[in-house]
């Protein structure tokens, strides 16, 4: 039987990974953890608890106490907050995952970690359309160096201590039901609270910047399936690629216009633009594909109509796309 500790439990991907891990393990076998308190659905669900994920004495207390075999570690200072703390972004997202790698090698209850990379491991000199799961990954933003150096960190620590970490490049992700942390990406979910709360939408990055994107529920069930692949079928320990859609703002802007036709946007970039613009467009994940049978089902169309059907429910406003 599975116990899995969820670090990071409150945020965009931990509130939806949450439920969809309860369901398959049960309520009572997920333990959702953050510095800030989680949804009522998830408190309402199973255990949960206030914890930092850099306090190690009660990490490894908590872990030992609950019997944890799995652990899916997301807390991290994402890429547009990081930039304005970089110092405290290195020590969080490196300190977090080197406590967890390290509990994992220590504590043999524990069989398997979590942890996710980003599309940020990528830089300017990368190949920016299809980028292969292996080229030049020179980042030059903090949030970038982090990921790159946790992904070496779990490839070290599956080669020198057998540590089962797994990780994935997630892509820009994109829900209504947390709002995003943060990142460099969540323009593509604004726009969709925007569009229903006032038909206009001032967008942070450019027109035509294009950028791998996914919805949600492609996201966790990638996660999930990497997790309950078996040990010989992963053959990637640093991060595999996942690639999802490609798309820019304007076709966001032209998709909800086919919802609702009063819809306008502007654009005003920000410091946000000059980290899209060191990001793939695209992004190649046939490896993935290969190794653990990753099947995307959500693209734009259907996204937006789930976008804009959720955020409207949320609003309480009338509304079906
Ligand atoms: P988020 O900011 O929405 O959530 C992160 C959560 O971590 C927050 O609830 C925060 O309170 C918590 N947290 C921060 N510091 C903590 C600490 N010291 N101890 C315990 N909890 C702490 O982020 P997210 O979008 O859910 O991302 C989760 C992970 O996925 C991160 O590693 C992020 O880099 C990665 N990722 C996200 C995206 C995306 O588009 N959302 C894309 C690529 C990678
Ligand atoms: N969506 C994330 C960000 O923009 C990518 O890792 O920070």
């Known amino acids: 039987m599975e116990r899995i500790l969820i670090i990071g439990a409150a945020g965009q991907i931990g509130s939806e990974l949450t439920v969809e891990l309860r369901k398959i393990y049960g309520n009572e076998n997920v333990f959702a953890t953050d510095l800030k308190e989680p949804s009522e659905d998830i408190k309402n669900s199973g255990p949960w608890e206030i914890l930092d994920v850099l306090d ?20 991290a200072v994402l890429s547009g907050n990081a930039e304005k703390i970089p110092m405290q972004a290195w020590h969080i997202n490196m300190e977090g995952l080197l406590n967890v790698l390290d509990l994992a090698k220590e504590i043999e209850d524990v069989k398997r970690i979590f942890w996710p990379s980003s599309i940020a491991v990528f830089g300017p000199s990368t190949p920016k359309d299809n980028t292969p799961q292996t080229t030049i990954a020179e980042p030059t933003t903090v949030y970038g160096i982090t990921k790159l ?20 490049r997630y892509p820009g992700l994109i829900s209504y039901k947390t709002e995003p942390g943060g990142g460099t990406t969540d323009y593509a979910v604004e726009i969709f609270y925007e569009a229903i709360r006032q038909k206009h939408y001032t967008c942070f990055l450019k027109e ?8 949600m529920s492609d996201a966790i069930k990638a996660t999930i399936q990497l997790m309950q692949t078996e040990q010989d079928k992963i053959t990637v320990r640093s991060a595999y ?21 009063e819809f306008t946007i502007d654009y005003k970039p920000d410091f946000r633009q000059a980290i899209a613009d ?13 190794d653990w049978n990753l099947e995307i089902d959500v693209d734009l169309d259907k996204m937006t109509k789930i976008m804009l059907n959720g955020v409207a429910e949320k609003f309480g406003k009338k509304l079906r796309f």
Not at 208 to 215: A, E, H, I, K
């Open 56 to 75: 190690v004495k009660r990490l490894v207390h908590f872990v030992i106490r609950h019997k944890i075999t799995q652990i899916y570690h997301l807390a």
């Open 149 to 168: 150096a946790g992904e070496r960190w779990c490839e070290y620590y599956w080669k020198r201590y057998g540590v089962d970490a797994r990780s994935i």
């Open 208 to 215: 035509d910047t294009y950028l791998p994107m996914m919805y």
């Open 241 to 261: 690629n996942l690639g999802g859609m490609s798309f820019a703002p304007k076709d966001v802007a032209e998709k909800i216009k086919q919802y609702i036709p």
């Open 278 to 290: 060191t990001w793939p467009r695209s992004i190649d994940d046939s490896v993935a594909r290969r």
